[in-house]
């Protein structure tokens, strides 16, 4: 028997296997793939039910389907559309009055502008003049804990989710028997800006919410950054990070009861950071990113 005949004795018997009535041509594995759609079409999962509960519990791109080895272009639209969202915050500002309508004590550091904090990280971690002199009339002294609301890489978030956060850490904080400070606003500030407006108020610890730097998506997402014990130049190894901290993520309610039992071991340890990990890295009490 000729491999064509072979070929076609199979084509037969797969036919009436099947049910195939019409005679349609059998594509072989050597015949040129078509494009389109159809080529390599998405596996279908084996349990749709488990898939759709994993795409809903997580904003991250999951489970999105490909062609070949390419994304979809539903999906490459998405990435450019998110990393746009991720700019527009960068790029955004805290407008002048904002901060004194919410009842915080407006400051600013050292960056003049906007170009400056981005090009100049260490001008975004100290006060100007005006703003140090202003923070020794009008922040409150020798508190537990001083509150900062900062704009950080991205005032998108702390409009967005910074006055809910910082209502919820006044709540949860005073709650576990803390004193707390009348929250200061920072003007172009990174987190290192909380050890010198610890050193001034003399407060005993400080916490500082920040935008952080957007991934893709999430513009509006804040970072509580906390430092026991105040001075120039604290490392980061001695301060806590509770990120994500928006209404997809870390919900502010539940960040800010977090925060105030992060507080309360590190009061009781006498510092936070490695000091609360016992000298295990693994070991994060509290310290989580959700
Ligand atoms: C950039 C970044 C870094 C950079 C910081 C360098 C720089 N000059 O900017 C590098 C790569 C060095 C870094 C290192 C680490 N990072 Co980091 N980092 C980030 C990131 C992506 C953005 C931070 C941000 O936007 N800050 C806000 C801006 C306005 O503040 P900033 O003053 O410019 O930035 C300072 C802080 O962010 C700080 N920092 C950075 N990471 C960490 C982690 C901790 C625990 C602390 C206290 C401070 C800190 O360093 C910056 C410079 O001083 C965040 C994720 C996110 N999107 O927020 C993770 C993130 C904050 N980092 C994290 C971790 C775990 C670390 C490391 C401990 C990793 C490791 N195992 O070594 C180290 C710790 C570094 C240290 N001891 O200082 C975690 C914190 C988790 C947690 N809840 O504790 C985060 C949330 C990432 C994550 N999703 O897991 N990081």
Same mark, same amino acid.
């Given at each position: 028997m000729t491999e064509d005949e072979l070929r076609r004795l199979v084509a037969d018997v797969v036919r009436e296997v099947v049910g195939v009535k019409e005679d349609r041509p059998v594509v072989r594995e050597q015949e040129p793939l078509r494009r389109g759609p159809h080529h390599r079409p998405l596996p279908s999962p084996r349990n749709p039910e488990a898939i759709e509960q994993l795409r809903a519990s997580t904003p991250?791109?999951?489970?999105? =389907?490909?062609? =070949?080895?390419?994304? !979809?272009?539903?999906s490459y639209l998405g990435l450019r559309a998110d990393h746009a969202i991720a700019l527009d915050a960068v790029e955004s500002e805290i407008a002048d009055g904002w901060p004194e309508q919410q009842g915080w004590v407006p400051l600013r550091t050292r960056a003049k502008d906007h170009a400056e904090f981005f090009l100049h990280p260490d001008q975004g971690r100290r006060l100007d003049d005006a703003s140090k002199a202003r923070c020794e009339k009008?922040?409150?002294?020798?508190?537990?804990?001083? !509150?900062?609301? =900062?704009?950080?890489l991205s005032a998108h978030a702390l409009i967005t989710n910074g006055p809910a956060l910082v209502k919820a850490l006044q709540q949860h904080l005073a709650g576990a028997g803390f004193r707390v400070g009348k929250p200061l606003f920072v003007k172009y500030a990174r987190i290192g800006?909380?050890?010198?407006?610890?050193? !001034?108020?003399?407060a005993k610890s400080t916490v500082i919410i920040v935008g952080e730097r957007p991934g893709l998506g999430t513009g509006d997402s804040l970072s509580i950054y906390t430092a026991y014990g105040p001075k120039l130049g604290q490392d980061n190894s001695e301060k806590d990070c509770i990120s994500n901290v928006r209404d997809l993520g870390f919900a502010p309610e539940r960040a800010a009861a977090r925060c105030a039992a992060l507080m309360k071991d590190t009061f009781k340890a006498g510092g936070g950071g490695v000091k609360l990990t016992g000298g295990d890295p693994a070991f994060r009490p509290h310290v989580v990113n959700h």
């Open positions: 991250s791109r999951i489970v999105t =389907g490909r062609t =070949g080895t390419r994304y !979809l272009t539903k009008d922040a409150d002294r020798g508190v537990d804990v001083q !509150l900062i609301a =900062g704009d950080g800006v909380q050890d010198e407006i610890g050193v !001034l108020t003399q």
